[in-house]
């Protein structure tokens, strides 16, 4: 309990109400508002399609996996209330604007205007804005990742299933700025897709979908020589870099394994000290904590963070925990950097009726205590704006009768262009989100 003027501030966080955009307007079976589910005003707008929204107030959404009065959560969610007035100035301001958003480090996610949101047909909001696009953009630095994951007999069964999410989970917080590579590994090293052995690949969705079929194929025997396995992952990560491809920036090693033996310090002195340019991200997989130890001295020795495992539930707050780690040079430096995502289909909220093509421009956002000597990152703002409006802006006087506009991001990917015809199915558009 923590007493600020003999008030208990625990206690007055656990009291504090939110709206949160599942149970606005909600009743129990008395008629009466469900907790966190106040009345809360929602009006058809046309310029959001029609969509019934509150533009005086944000909702907050806090992943299904998560507690909804969790003192964390609660106090993040309670700070970042003093945005409602910045998105209502900013909207006031320019009227083009659309959705206005903060995903918190944390895990909720406040959304201006307000508006409801509905669970699936089993009754789960999948949507975690830690694993956006736009978050991982903003808050991470470019990096080249390499997974190792033990497949050695000690894994079979559910640890062997915890291993497997834990993978997909770092999957989904690589972006199209990162590369990567999984090996499996016992008392030999295979590549889960052996077509790239030695290399890394860009972590754009196609790849990411590619791997994880592989994933499925993994299985369990033999015993697990690491030394070996951490030889191969600083081999590739070094040769990679020297070519110029990949990142060019951070690099790591994510170890998914439910022990380490030793500490293997003959391998990091050989290939890692005294820069430690790779940090070490061990995952430790179970509830047994014999090895723990080591496996701990090697993420503090080469800037990285530990993290146990012990059922399917851990896995997502457990993973996200290193982008704490990767955003710490931003942090430091205090570099702002803005990015834009590729253009993705959106269904809602779109000035444009139906379906209309969308870019989200996002920025992360830091601690500025005076306390804070390194720097926390507090999550990523962003908004989401039509391409149409971008088009808005382009000087066509200037092009000629046959000169048109285009623009790509940094990756390659088509923004907008006048030729531009995307496909659109059922299963590509948002509901409300990028």
Not at 242 to 249: A, D, L, R
Request: charged letters at 20%; a negative charge; proline letters at 4%.
């Amino acid at each position: 309990t923590v007493l600020i003027n003999n008030v208990d501030v625990n206690s007055l966080l656990f009291s504090y109400e939110y709206f949160n955009a599942v149970l606005i307007n909600n009743v129990d079976e008395e008629g009466n508002n469900v907790e966190l589910g106040g009345e809360f005003v929602l009006e058809p707008n046309e310029h959001f399609n029609n969509l019934s929204v509150n533009l005086s107030l944000s909702v907050v959404q806090v992943p299904t996996n998560m507690y909804n009065k969790d003192p964390a959560i609660v106090n993040g969610v309670y700070w970042s209330e003093a945005l409602n007035k910045v998105f209502v100035d900013n909207f006031e301001k320019d009227p083009s604007l659309i959705w206005q958003y903060f995903g918190s480090a944390k895990g909720f996610f406040r959304q201006y205007p307000g508006v409801k949101w509905h669970p699936d047909e089993h009754g789960v909001i999948a949507f975690d804005c830690r694993n956006r696009k736009w978050y991982i953009q903003a808050a991470t630095s470019p990096k080249d990742v390499v997974i190792l994951v033990d497949v050695s007999g000690s894994m079979k069964g559910l640890r062997l299933t915890i291993a497997r999410q834990t993978v997909s989970s770092i999957l989904d917080t690589l972006g199209d700025d990162d590369f990567f590579n999984i090996i499996a590994y016992n008392q030999e090293i295979h590549y889960v897709e052996p077509c790239l052995n030695g290399t890394l690949v860009r972590a754009d969705r196609n790849n990411k979908a590619h791997f994880r079929e592989h994933l499925d194929k993994l299985f369990a025997k033999g015993i697990g020589l690491l030394g070996d396995a951490l030889t191969e992952a600083f081999t590739i990560l070094n040769d990679f870099n020297q070519t110029g491809h990949g990142s060019v920036c951070s690099q790591a090693i994510m170890l998914v394994t439910d022990g380490a033996t030793q500490m293997y310090d003959d391998v990091f002195a050989k290939f890692n000290w005294p820069d430690r340019k790779v940090r070490i991200f061990p995952y430790l997989i179970g509830r047994e904590s014999a090895f723990a130890d080591n496996m701990k001295w090697m993420a503090c020795a080469n800037k990285g963070y530990f993290s146990q495992i012990s059922t399917l539930a851990d896995v997502q707050e457990n993973v996200m925990r290193y982008l704490h780690v990767m955003s710490r040079p931003k942090v430091i430096d205090h570099e702002h950097d803005t990015v834009w995502t590729e253009a993705y289909m959106d269904s809602t909220g779109s000035i444009i009726k139906g379906p209309s093509l969308m870019t989200t421009v996002a920025m992360p956002v830091f601690s500025t205590k005076n306390e804070t000597v390194r720097g926390i990152l507090l999550g990523v703002v962003g908004t989401d704006i039509p391409l149409q409006e971008l088009m808005k802006i382009i000087p066509k006087h200037l092009l000629g009768i046959h000169g048109y506009a285009f623009a790509i991001t940094n990756n390659g990917y088509i923004l907008t262009h006048p030729d531009l015809r995307p496909l659109v199915t059922h299963c590509l558009l948002n509901t409300l989100v990028p």
